[in-house]
Protein backbone atom coordinates (compact mmCIF):
# COMPACT_ATOMS: atom_id res chain seq x y z
CA UNK A 1 0.00 0.00 0.00
CA UNK A 2 1.25 3.31 -0.68
CA UNK A 3 1.86 6.18 2.11
CA UNK A 4 2.25 9.36 -0.24
CA UNK A 5 3.79 12.31 1.54
CA UNK A 6 2.98 15.75 -0.11
CA UNK A 7 2.84 19.29 0.54
CA UNK A 8 4.04 22.67 -0.81
CA UNK A 9 8.00 23.28 -1.51
CA UNK A 10 10.49 23.11 1.52
CA UNK A 11 8.21 21.87 3.77
CA UNK A 12 10.31 19.36 4.55
CA UNK A 13 9.08 15.99 3.31
CA UNK A 14 12.34 14.35 1.97
CA UNK A 15 13.64 14.35 5.13
CA UNK A 16 10.82 13.13 7.03
CA UNK A 17 10.51 10.61 4.78
CA UNK A 18 14.40 9.63 5.06
CA UNK A 19 14.31 9.71 9.12
CA UNK A 20 10.70 7.93 9.06
CA UNK A 21 11.84 5.00 7.41
CA UNK A 22 14.75 4.94 9.44
CA UNK A 23 12.69 4.89 12.13
CA UNK A 24 10.62 2.29 11.35
CA UNK A 25 13.51 -0.11 10.97
CA UNK A 26 15.57 0.75 7.72
CA UNK A 27 19.50 0.81 8.19
CA UNK A 28 19.77 1.81 4.31
CA UNK A 29 17.29 2.99 1.50
CA UNK A 30 16.99 1.92 -1.66
CA UNK A 31 15.18 4.45 -3.55
CA UNK A 32 13.25 3.68 -6.72
CA UNK A 33 12.67 6.83 -9.13
CA UNK A 34 10.77 6.73 -12.57
CA UNK A 35 11.98 8.82 -15.09
CA UNK A 36 9.72 10.67 -17.95
CA UNK A 37 10.03 7.77 -20.55
CA UNK A 38 8.78 5.46 -17.87
CA UNK A 39 12.42 3.89 -17.18
CA UNK A 40 12.88 3.11 -13.29
CA UNK A 41 15.91 3.78 -11.62
CA UNK A 42 17.03 2.40 -8.19
CA UNK A 43 19.98 3.91 -5.54
CA UNK A 44 20.91 1.91 -2.67
CA UNK A 45 21.75 5.11 0.50
CA UNK A 46 23.01 4.71 3.64
CA UNK A 47 21.02 7.23 5.55
CA UNK A 48 23.20 9.57 6.38
CA UNK A 49 24.11 9.23 3.09
CA UNK A 50 20.98 10.21 1.98
CA UNK A 51 20.20 13.17 4.26
CA UNK A 52 22.97 14.67 2.73
CA UNK A 53 22.58 13.88 -0.76
CA UNK A 54 18.71 14.33 -1.13
CA UNK A 55 17.97 17.07 1.46
CA UNK A 56 18.71 20.67 0.91
CA UNK A 57 17.83 23.00 3.74
CA UNK A 58 17.85 26.21 1.28
CA UNK A 59 16.01 25.12 -2.04
CA UNK A 60 13.85 22.35 -2.94
CA UNK A 61 15.83 19.21 -4.22
CA UNK A 62 13.27 16.79 -5.10
CA UNK A 63 12.12 16.67 -8.58
CA UNK A 64 10.99 13.37 -9.38
CA UNK A 65 8.96 10.83 -7.39
CA UNK A 66 11.04 9.11 -5.41
CA UNK A 67 9.45 5.62 -3.60
CA UNK A 68 11.37 3.13 -0.64
CA UNK A 69 9.69 0.47 0.44
CA UNK A 70 9.51 -0.38 4.37
CA UNK A 71 8.30 -3.21 6.15
CA UNK A 72 5.98 -2.21 8.88
CA UNK A 73 4.99 -4.62 12.14
CA UNK A 74 1.62 -4.59 12.80
CA UNK A 75 0.57 -7.18 15.72
CA UNK A 76 1.81 -10.51 14.31
CA UNK A 77 2.02 -9.87 10.36
CA UNK A 78 3.99 -7.17 8.51
CA UNK A 79 2.75 -4.89 6.17
CA UNK A 80 4.87 -3.42 3.01
CA UNK A 81 4.25 -0.12 2.56
CA UNK A 82 5.98 2.04 -0.20
CA UNK A 83 6.85 5.53 1.24
CA UNK A 84 6.18 8.22 -1.79
CA UNK A 85 8.37 11.24 -1.54
CA UNK A 86 6.89 13.88 -3.95
CA UNK A 87 8.09 17.07 -5.24
CA UNK A 88 7.08 20.55 -3.69
CA UNK A 89 3.70 21.58 -5.05
CA UNK A 90 3.69 25.37 -6.30
CA UNK A 91 1.45 27.62 -6.80
CA UNK A 92 0.13 28.71 -10.83
CA UNK A 93 1.56 26.37 -13.89
CA UNK A 94 5.03 25.98 -13.88
CA UNK A 95 7.27 26.45 -17.19
CA UNK A 96 8.70 23.07 -16.87
CA UNK A 97 6.94 20.30 -18.88
CA UNK A 98 8.71 17.75 -16.63
CA UNK A 99 7.77 19.50 -13.51
CA UNK A 100 4.31 19.44 -14.92
CA UNK A 101 4.11 15.80 -15.43
CA UNK A 102 5.53 15.07 -11.86
CA UNK A 103 2.67 17.01 -10.28
CA UNK A 104 0.10 15.28 -12.60
CA UNK A 105 1.87 12.17 -11.67
CA UNK A 106 1.74 13.36 -7.87
CA UNK A 107 -2.36 14.11 -8.22
CA UNK A 108 -2.59 10.57 -9.60
CA UNK A 109 -1.05 9.00 -6.59
CA UNK A 110 -3.48 11.36 -4.06
CA UNK A 111 -6.70 9.96 -5.66
CA UNK A 112 -5.64 6.35 -4.91
CA UNK A 113 -2.98 6.54 -2.05
CA UNK A 114 -4.13 4.78 1.14
CA UNK A 115 -2.39 6.75 3.66
CA UNK A 116 -1.78 10.69 3.19
CA UNK A 117 0.76 12.87 4.80
CA UNK A 118 -0.06 16.58 4.11
CA UNK A 119 2.78 17.87 5.35
CA UNK A 120 3.18 21.70 6.51
CA UNK A 121 5.84 24.18 8.06
CA UNK A 122 4.05 25.02 11.11
CA UNK A 123 6.23 27.66 11.28
CA UNK A 124 5.47 29.51 8.71
CA UNK A 125 1.79 29.14 9.42
CA UNK A 126 1.42 32.34 11.99
CA UNK A 127 2.72 34.79 9.32
CA UNK A 128 -0.51 34.23 7.12
CA UNK A 129 -2.90 34.05 10.24
CA UNK A 130 -5.41 36.66 8.81
CA UNK A 131 -6.01 34.40 5.95
CA UNK A 132 -4.87 30.88 6.51
CA UNK A 133 -4.15 27.96 4.41
CA UNK A 134 -4.17 29.08 0.98
CA UNK A 135 -4.65 27.40 -2.47
CA UNK A 136 -2.93 24.00 -2.54
CA UNK A 137 -2.62 23.60 1.40
CA UNK A 138 -6.58 24.64 1.47
CA UNK A 139 -7.69 22.70 -1.01
CA UNK A 140 -5.86 19.55 -0.03
CA UNK A 141 -7.38 19.95 3.35
CA UNK A 142 -10.79 19.95 2.20
CA UNK A 143 -10.14 16.68 0.11
CA UNK A 144 -8.06 14.96 3.24
CA UNK A 145 -11.38 15.65 5.18
CA UNK A 146 -13.31 12.95 3.22
CA UNK A 147 -10.68 10.48 3.18
CA UNK A 148 -9.74 8.47 6.50
CA UNK A 149 -6.57 7.80 5.27
CA UNK A 150 -5.51 11.68 5.35
CA UNK A 151 -3.24 13.04 8.07
CA UNK A 152 -2.31 16.52 8.55
CA UNK A 153 1.59 16.89 9.26
CA UNK A 154 2.45 19.95 11.31
CA UNK A 155 6.03 19.74 10.47
CA UNK A 156 9.46 21.99 11.29
CA UNK A 157 8.06 21.96 15.41
CA UNK A 158 11.86 23.13 16.19
CA UNK A 159 11.64 26.18 14.64
CA UNK A 160 10.37 29.45 16.23
CA UNK A 161 6.83 30.11 15.51
CA UNK A 162 5.94 26.30 14.74
CA UNK A 163 3.93 26.24 18.75
CA UNK A 164 1.57 29.05 17.40
CA UNK A 165 1.75 27.74 14.02
CA UNK A 166 0.01 24.50 15.61
CA UNK A 167 -2.22 26.39 17.75
CA UNK A 168 -4.14 28.40 14.93
CA UNK A 169 -4.30 25.21 12.29
CA UNK A 170 -5.39 23.58 15.30
CA UNK A 171 -8.40 26.30 16.31
CA UNK A 172 -9.25 26.68 12.35
CA UNK A 173 -9.47 22.77 11.33
CA UNK A 174 -10.80 20.88 14.28
CA UNK A 175 -12.62 18.25 12.25
CA UNK A 176 -8.75 17.34 10.77
CA UNK A 177 -6.04 14.96 12.18
CA UNK A 178 -2.89 16.76 12.80
CA UNK A 179 -0.05 15.71 14.45
CA UNK A 180 3.07 18.03 15.21
CA UNK A 181 6.34 16.69 14.15
CA UNK A 182 10.14 17.74 13.36
CA UNK A 183 11.64 15.73 10.92
CA UNK A 184 14.82 17.25 11.66
CA UNK A 185 14.78 16.42 15.56
CA UNK A 186 12.43 13.27 14.89
CA UNK A 187 9.92 14.36 17.56
CA UNK A 188 6.42 13.00 16.78
CA UNK A 189 7.57 10.22 15.06
CA UNK A 190 6.13 7.58 17.46
CA UNK A 191 2.90 8.90 16.72
CA UNK A 192 3.03 8.62 13.33
CA UNK A 193 3.99 5.23 14.26
CA UNK A 194 0.98 4.55 15.38
CA UNK A 195 -1.29 6.44 13.14
CA UNK A 196 0.38 4.04 10.39
CA UNK A 197 -0.42 1.12 12.01
CA UNK A 198 -4.17 1.99 12.69
CA UNK A 199 -4.12 2.94 9.07
CA UNK A 200 -2.88 -0.59 7.74
CA UNK A 201 -6.12 -3.15 7.19
Known amino acids: MN ?53 SLEASKTIRIQA ?31 QRRQTALTLEYLLSARMIFHVMDASAVPSHRDQGPEGFDAGLMEFGRHKPGYLLV ?13 RILKDNYRDVTIIPVSSATRRGFRDLKVWILRAIP
Do not use: F
Not at 76 to 88: E, F, I, K, N, S
Open 154 to 166: ANKMDRPGSHEGL
Open 68 to 98: VAVDVAAGHQHARVMVLDTPGISLGISPSLD
Open 3 to 55: LLIIGRPNVGKTLLMINLVAYLGLREIRIDVQDDDGVRRSQRLGLERARRQLV
